[in-house]
């Protein structure tokens, strides 16, 4: 017990004890209070550990208390001694204290918008009263455990228990199933989670919000980014685009698909990738395109193609053939740039 910096043996009944100072003191003890926080103790499951069963290195106190069973131990730390803290027991643990095991049930991340097209991502986890880094954590884990990166991911069975480690020599133990979720999601960025940082395009808004679903998440910024990925998630994909009127062609099925996906870029104002063999209509489709806007209204400045020279010429005649009504003007030299202005202009 201590009285005010003065410590005294719980199953000792002396008054006159050693202060730090030196001096010798009289302590007035309070013998009813002591009964009922001795009783806290045994009500949390502590008794009286006979010295016969007591084995170390060390010597131990004759009144030291304990549990029966070991495995009693993981119960009594997460449960009673939260307790017992909360009715104003000091509580300290040594490093080799084995049972300062911590049940963890969810994880909590944030993502910030950091201004510069991607999002900082922090994650971490509620240990008693306050918030550890898992970033760190996650590290030693991936050092220790080659399956969570290596692509053996589904081996890991849901109900396995995982242990992590924090800086406090707490061993932190959660199910792999409430870890999965966000290792799949992010799994590809965990190469700098030594680094304590991870970041995300807010182009790739799908992950951004497939991470909703994988513990508490606050996110921080721009909302249109996460309202862009739920319209995707909740929308209906890819729709057949119309043929514009103009368009002197007849598009084949994968062309108009080809079409129908860049309307799809421009309707949700993402970037793509129209990418295919040589000769099959990429420039055609693209013209296709570009007419599409213009017969919506929706072009209202030039639009630039950039193109090796040699493929200049191919393109001017493509565009007379198959797209009449759109003017095609070449950049090929500094006086046609300045046309090039005055029509953007």
Not at 192 to 203: A, P, Q, Y
């Amino acid at each position: 017990f201590d009285y005010e910096g003065v410590t005294i043996n719980a199953d000792s009944s002396a008054t006159l004890v050693s202060h730090p100072d030196g001096n010798v003191v009289q302590v007035s003890r309070r013998p009813d209070a002591e009964k009922k926080r001795l009783l806290e103790l045994r009500n949390a499951g502590l008794q009286k550990i006979p010295a016969g069963r007591i084995q170390g290195p060390q010597s131990f106190p004759a009144a030291m208390l304990g549990l029966q069973e070991p495995d009693a131990w993981y119960a009594f730390v997460n449960e009673a001694l939260p307790a017992l803290r909360d009715k104003g027991w000091r509580v300290t643990m040594s490093g080799e204290f084995r049972f300062n095991v911590i049940e963890i049930d969810a994880i909590d991340g944030v993502a910030r918008d950091a201004g510069d097209g991607w999002f900082d991502l922090e994650m971490g986890i509620t240990v008693g009263e306050r918030s550890v880094r898992l970033e760190p954590l996650l590290a030693d884990l991936f050092r220790r455990d080659r399956r969570w990166l290596s692509g053996e991911l589904e081996s890991i069975a849901d109900e396995e228990t995982i242990e992590l480690r924090t800086d406090q020599n707490e061993r932190l133990r959660l199910r792999a199933d409430r870890l999965k979720p966000v290792v799949r999601v992010l799994v590809d960025l965990f190469d700098t989670v030594g680094d304590g940082s991870l970041r995300i395009s807010e182009l790739d808004a799908g992950r951004l919000e497939a991470l909703n679903n994988t513990g508490r998440w606050q996110f921080h910024g721009d909302a249109s980014i996460r309202q862009l990925a739920q319209r995707l998630q909740a929308g209906p994909g890819l729709r057949e685009a119309p043929v514009p009127r103009g368009l002197q062609a007849e598009l084949r099925t994968y062309q108009h698909q080809g079409l129908s996906w860049m309307q799809f870029l421009r309707e949700h104002n993402l970037s793509g990738v129209l990418a295919d063999d040589m000769g099959l209509g990429k420039t055609v489709q693209t013209l296709a395109h570009v007419l599409a806007e213009k017969e919506a209204g929706r072009l209202d400045r030039p639009a630039l193609i950039v193109l090796p020279t040699t493929l200049v010429h191919n393109w001017r005649e493509e565009a007379q053939r198959f797209s009449p009504d759109l003017k095609v003007l070449d950049l090929n030299g500094p006086q046609r740039r300045d046309r090039f202005d005055q029509i953007g202009d």
